[in-house]
Nanobody, 127 residues
Framework: VRLVESGGGSVQTGGSLRLSCTVTGNSYSTYCMGWFRRPPGKEREWVATIDNYEVIAYKFSVEGRFTISRDNAKNTLYLQMDSLRPEDTAMYYC??????????????????????WGQGTQVTVSS
């Protein structure tokens, strides 16, 4: 499985960006996918996750501003980020795992330990 992110950049407070993550090499239609970020000098944290049933979870600080979605036909995961704040500045990573059946889905996708990660895309928000 290979994940390639794009769409990062520099914006001012209040601006918007859309991140994309193209997935290749997956064989199963059952999945957990998510966006994570590593702010400067801090540990990686989860931002938003989605599964094949479109069960979605957001980190509290981004709920209402960020939207995660997936286009199955394009094998692409998105993160629409609106009303960006300086504290959203981070390297953003997508992660994904695919499972043979629904019985293999973890209890939730935001506490799950992912095995497949992209290389990251930088998002910088200036005040």
């Amino acid at each position: 499985v290979r994940l390639v992110e794009s769409g990062g950049g520099s914006v001012q407070t209040g601006g918007s960006l859309r991140l994309s993550c193209t997935v290749t090499g997956n064989s199963y239609s059952t999945y957990c996918m998510g966006w994570f970020r590593r702010p400067p000098g801090k540990e990686r944290e989860w931002v938003a996750t989605i599964d094949n049933y479109e069960v979605i979870a957001y980190k509290f600080s981004v709920e209402g501003r960020f939207t995660i979605s997936r286009d199955n036909a394009k094998n692409t995961l998105y993160l629409q980020m609106d009303s960006l704040r300086p504290e959203d500045t981070a390297m953003y990573y997508c992660a994904a795992d695919f499972f043979p059946s629904d019985n293999d889905l973890p209890p939730n996708c935001f506490e799950y330990e992912y095995h497949n990660w992209g290389q990251g895309t930088q998002v910088t928000v200036s005040s």
